[in-house]
Nanobody
Framework: QVQLVESGGGLVQAGESLRLSCAASGNIFRINAMGWYRQAPGKQRDLVAGIPSGGTTYYADSVKGRFTISVDNAKNTVYLQMNNLKPEDTAVYYC??????????????WGQGTQVTVSS
């Protein structure tokens, strides 16, 4: 069994920074791929940043140069560093991990979501 816990969201002013964390726990052998998604009210959930199993990092055009996705394998934690935040970044942010469990089987897991609100 694997669980993801997100943290780090909050209310900030435009131009400020936040770092979101996604901590995985349970029967984890390896994190194979990871992504951060966001969903604003009335809109679909979109991929913001991701690292697929192939290793080439993806960023949505709207966040390129401002956001950085990273992973600390020793802590089984994935991060999203968000700099120079803009009001249009306001959304609920979700992490998504593809994990190889200790049984050497794979599973896809979602965090519970964390609210990021950016005021102008």
């Amino acid at each position: 069994q694997v669980q993801l816990v997100e943290s780090g969201g909050g209310l900030v002013q435009a131009g400020e920074s936040l770092r979101l964390s996604c901590a995985a726990s349970g029967n984890i052998f390896r994190i194979n791929a990871m992504g951060w998604y966001r969903q604003a009210p009335g809109k679909q959930r979109d991929l913001v940043a991701g690292i697929p199993s192939g290793g080439t990092t993806y960023y949505a055009d709207s966040v390129k140069g401002r956001f950085t996705i990273s992973v600390d394998n020793a802590k089984n934690t994935v991060y999203l560093q968000m700099n120079n935040l803009k009001p249009e970044d306001t959304a609920v942010y979700y992490c998504n991990l593809l994990i190889t469990r200790t049984t050497l089987t794979q599973g896809n897991y979602w965090g519970q979501g964390t609210q990021v609100t950016v005021s102008s």
